[in-house]
């Protein structure tokens, strides 16, 4: 039985500000339910549910080394879906007002990572893979092979190390190494640490891992050339032997049109136009919109940032406006497109209502009412709403990239074949021309009875990577 503890900084149900909790709260339930002895740990952050924090249990307490620091660390677990969650407790670096932001994360996570090595052999769990995730999670693999290798206990651990969106990489000043780590200077000056002549906690994590892994295939060509490898492309094109792109997968217990308790009309595949236009008439009443099903509705849920494509949607609202459509938008982000969004709907208040707001439940209810989902993003290492928008039947129009062109089959209207229409170039007109294709095909109820059937009939539950990650698992064992 092979047996591996997953270390991230978040995961769904407990915590979550981005993709990596859905994966966290995912994956590992998956390849558990395969035979895999499979743990997770996150910290325990003051963001956690009370519900949450009643069910742990105690495991251990006790003092972990960090630099010349001695620091409290305690261990909780919950057991859920037959698989045990670990909670890394210490009030001083996790009870805090955000997850991430401050001036101390190259500490906090640094100890993170030590207090999950020395947690090991306390909770009686030795694992043959530690698979950790993102820049958080980055210097686990650095301690385990400098300093932890010593006690024989550690001597076999292999590490996977799993790049989420390479943008984010924990990049600090070099004084860290001594200060922070407790390790020598050697291992910045000859690069194992450094990047740019800075610390860098995802780059360690590639150094460090027996094996890389991202979370689309495309994306794991793309990060090999300047323009998507953050300054890090010319190492990652030194790791192309041992980097592997495994898709990500979507969570069908949370998204199901068929059983989803934030929808008003529950739907599948053999009912979906009847019911989704219902949901419609229900988003519309709620949100102020006239209430008509045949208007085409188009859907934006997105972080209203510049990386997601947001400048070319705000170039061609004048243009789409000029169209029978209604716009709805809902997500937070940076000011400028909040603002711009809120001045559409204002000007607009018959065809766009802008959410800008985060609220889960909406989501489900826009995802069901919706016709076209728009995702034209700069960069996108997987992507989880184009999954959702399929697997609800609103066909996604989105840029070819990472794990937007994996996932994303353009259709064609001879042949009746692919669940989506996609643009290649990051240029505003070529999404206002793919999304008027989208809407000529709304237009032709036969052909977009294919396209709808084609999208949800679209199989991007986790099962398959998990498999892949299986094979992975066992030929590094092997090797």
């Excluded at 008003?264 to 136009?273: D, G, I, L």
């Amino acid at each position: 039985m092979i047996k591996v503890l997953f270390v991230a900084s978040e995961a769904v149900p407990f915590v979550k500000t981005g993709g990596l909790a859905d994966v966290m709260g995912a994956l590992p339930n998956v390849l558990a339910s395969k035979g895999m002895d499979v743990r997770l740990v996150i910290p325990k952050y003051s963001q956690i549910p009370d519900s949450y924090n009643d069910e742990m249990q105690e495991v251990y307490h006790g003092v972990v080394n960090l630099a010349w620091r001695q620091l409290y660390y305690g261990v909780e677990k919950i057991e859920k879906s037959g698989m045990t969650v670990y909670f890394i407790d210490n009030e001083q670096y996790f009870k805090r007002d955000r997850l991430y932001g401050f001036d101390d994360d190259a500490e906090r996570f640094a100890y993170y990572s030590r207090a999950v090595l020395a947690m090991l052999p306390k909770i009686g769990f030795q694992p043959d893979i530690i698979h950790c995730n993102d820049w958080h999670t980055g210097l686990i693999g650095v301690f385990l092979k400098e300093d932890f290798y010593r006690d024989s206990y550690y001597k076999n651990i292999k590490v996977v190390y799993t790049i989420h969106n390479l943008k984010y990489q924990g990049i600090f000043s070099p004084s860290v190494v001594e200060d922070i780590m407790g390790l020598p200077r050697k291992l910045f000056d000859n690069g194992n640490l450094e990047c740019d002549g800075c610390v860098n906690y995802m780059k360690a994590g590639m150094v460090y891992a027996d094996h890389i892994t991202t979370v689309s295939q495309t994306y794991a060509q793309e990060i090999a050339y300047p323009y998507f490898g953050e300054k890090l492309d010319s190492y990652i094109r030194l790791c192309k032997h041992r980097l592997t792109g495994i898709i990500n997968g979507l969570d069908e217990t949370i998204y199901n049109p068929a059983k989803d308790p934030f929808i008003p009309f529950t739907y599948t595949k053999s009912n979906v136009f009847s019911r989704k236009a219902a949901n419609k008439e229900s988003l519309q009443e709620r949100l102020g919109l006239p209430v008509n099903r045949n208007i085409p509705m188009l859907a934006i849920v997105s972080r209203l940032i510049e990386d997601k494509g947001m400048d070319l949607i705000m170039r061609i609202m004048d243009e789409l406006m000029m169209e029978e459509v209604q716009l709805i938008i809902l997500g937070t982000g940076d000011w400028p497109y909040e603002e711009g969004f809120r001045h559409l709907a204002q000007h607009n208040p018959t065809k766009v209502s802008a959410n800008i707001l985060f609220d889960e439940g909406l989501a489900h209810c826009v995802y069901a009412a919706s016709d076209l989902f728009i995702m034209p993003s700069r960069y996108e290492p997987c992507g989880l709403s184009q999954l959702i928008a399929l697997k609800y039947g609103t066909i996604p129009v989105v840029r070819e990239t990472g794990g937007l062109k994996d996932t994303i089959i353009p259709f064609d209207k001879y042949t009746n074949t692919g669940n989506g229409l996609n643009f290649q170039n990051f240029n505003a007109h070529e999404l206002l021309f793919t999304v008027k294709r989208a809407l000529s095909y709304y237009a032709d109820s036969h052909l977009w009875k294919y396209l709808v059937h084609n999208a949800m009939t679209s199989k991007y539950g986790w099962r398959k990577s998990a498999d892949k990650y299986e094979e992975l698992y066992t030929h590094i064992l092997n090797t």
